[in-house]
C-alpha cells in the first residue's frame, strides 16, 4: 500500500509569511498531485508533478517533486488569507490515494 | 472541463435506514469512479474504486455488504449506506476518469448525518 505522509499537520501563520508542506513517501510514484480543499467542498487540482525534479510554478505557490519521485513539496511565497484550507498530496493519477493532510490557517 | 455531479450534497437520516449517494459525469463518460470518505478534519480514505459494468473492489476494513456500490452506466454511479449508523457520519466524495491514467473529476461531496 502507498502511504503518503504531509508534514506539518497543522500550520497556522500570518499573512505575508512563507510556508513550505512537505509530502512523503516511502515508494516511487509515476505521478503527484496537489489538491486545496475547503470545507465542504471537493478538493480542487492545483498541479501534477510528473517528472522526477520538476519545479512547477503557480502565482505565488512553488511545487517540487523530489528526484527520486517519492516525495514532494509545495511553497507558498506571502501567504494570504485566500490560501486558507486543506493542502492535500495524492497519487498516482489513475487511482488517488491521499495524504494526510495539512491544514492552513492565514491570519490577516 | 468536465463536471462531476453528486446529489444530495446533504442528507440527514435515522439509524437503521439506508442512504443512496449518486455520482453522475455530466459531459463524458466515466469508465471509472472512486468513492471516498472523509471525517472532519482529516484526509481522503479511498473507500472503493467502481468500474462500470463489473463489481466494485473494496480497500481493506471497507465492507461491502455496508457500502453498496453500483455503476451501472458510464455516467451513473450509486454508493448505498445501508442500515446506516451515527459512525457512519461522514463527507463522502466521489471523483470520475475517463480513463488511461487521465485526471480525476471531483463530485462536490455529501455531507451523511446518521441520528
Known amino acids: 500500500t502507498q502511504l503518503l505522509e504531509q508534514s506539518p499537520q497543522f500550520l497556522s501563520i500570518q499573512e505575508g509569511e512563507n510556508l513550505t508542506v512537505y509530502c512523503n513517501s516511502s515508494s516511487v510514484f509515476s505521478s503527484l498531485q496537489w489538491y486545496r480543499q475547503e470545507p465542504g467542498e471537493g478538493p480542487v487540482l492545483l498541479v501534477t508533478v510528473v517528472t522526477g525534479g520538476e519545479v512547477k510554478k503557480l502565482k505565488r505557490l512553488t511545487f517540487q517533486f523530489g528526484d527520486a519521485r517519492k516525495d514532494s513539496s509545495l511553497h507558498i511565497t506571502a501567504a494570504q488569507p485566500g490560501d486558507t484550507g486543506l493542502y492535500l498530496c495524492?497519487?498516482?493519477?489513475?487511482?488517488?490515494?491521499f495524504g494526510t493532510g495539512t491544514r492552513l490557517q492565514v491570519f490577516p | 472541463g468536465a463536471v462531476v455531479s453528486q446529489h444530495p450534497s446533504w442528507v440527514i437520516c435515522k439509524s437503521g435506514t439506508s442512504v443512496k449517494i449518486e455520482c453522475r459525469s455530466l459531459?463524458?463518460?466515466?469508465?471509472?469512479m472512486f468513492w471516498y470518505r472523509q471525517f472532519p478534519k482529516q484526509s481522503l480514505m479511498l473507500m472503493a474504486t467502481?468500474?462500470?459494468?463489473?463489481?466494485?473492489?473494496?480497500e481493506q476494513g471497507v465492507e461491502k455488504d455496508k457500502f453498496l456500490i453500483n455503476h451501472a452506466s458510464l455516467t451513473l454511479s450509486t454508493l448505498t449506506v445501508t442500515s446506516a449508523h451515527p459512525e457512519d457520519s461522514s463527507f463522502y466524495i466521489c471523483?470520475?476518469?475517463?480513463?488511461?491514467?487521465?485526471?480525476?473529476?471531483f463530485g462536490s461531496g455529501t455531507q451523511l448525518s446518521v441520528l
Open positions: 495524492a497519487g498516482p493519477a489513475d487511482k488517488l490515494i
Open positions: 467502481s468500474n462500470e459494468g463489473s463489481k466494485a473492489t473494496y
Open positions: 459531459d463524458f463518460q466515466a469508465t471509472t
Open positions: 471523483s470520475a476518469s475517463q480513463g488511461g491514467g487521465e485526471k480525476l473529476f
